[in-house]
């Protein structure tokens, strides 16, 4: 449930109409120089195209599958997870629906009273429909 929640907060973010807000969001999930990172790598793949005036909307996340899971120094694991996020494109008065599929490799840690992830290693991304 913790992997899963703080996955899909890095995409729920997204729903958000004003940046800052977004970021200040994500910044409850994700830790430090990671943080930037993971931001502007998905804000360029979800941003809105300001000549269609596209938008994406994020409706929910299923994780696949938990490859492996180990504990890491700190109190935390590191999990390989598979996992699918589907959404609809909204631009020129009609929705496409999609579902992109990704792996990655995951490091977890609490922080303070909060799980944060604080490594990611994205390996593939697929889009499925």
Not at 20 to 34: E, H
Not at 113 to 119: F, L, Q, R
């Amino acid at each position: 449930q913790i992997l899963k929640g703080l996955i899909f907060n890095i995409y729920r973010y997204f729903n958000y109409s004003y940046e800052d807000v977004a970021y200040d969001q994500m910044s409850k999930s994700v830790s430090g120089n990671l943080l930037t990172d993971i931001y502007l790598q998905n804000r360029n793949t979800m941003r809105v195209d300001e000549e269609d005036r596209s938008k994406v909307y994020l409706d929910r996340l299923d994780i696949r599958e938990v490859e492996s899971l180990s504990s890491v120094e700190g109190g935390g694991f590191s999990a390989l997870v598979r996992w699918d996020v589907y959404g609809s494109v909204n631009h020129w008065e009609h929705i496409h629906y999609r579902c992109n599929s990704y792996k990655a490799r995951l490091t977890l840690k609490p922080d303070k009273k909060y799980w944060k992830i604080t490594d990611f290693s994205l390996l593939a991304e697929k889009r499925v429909m």
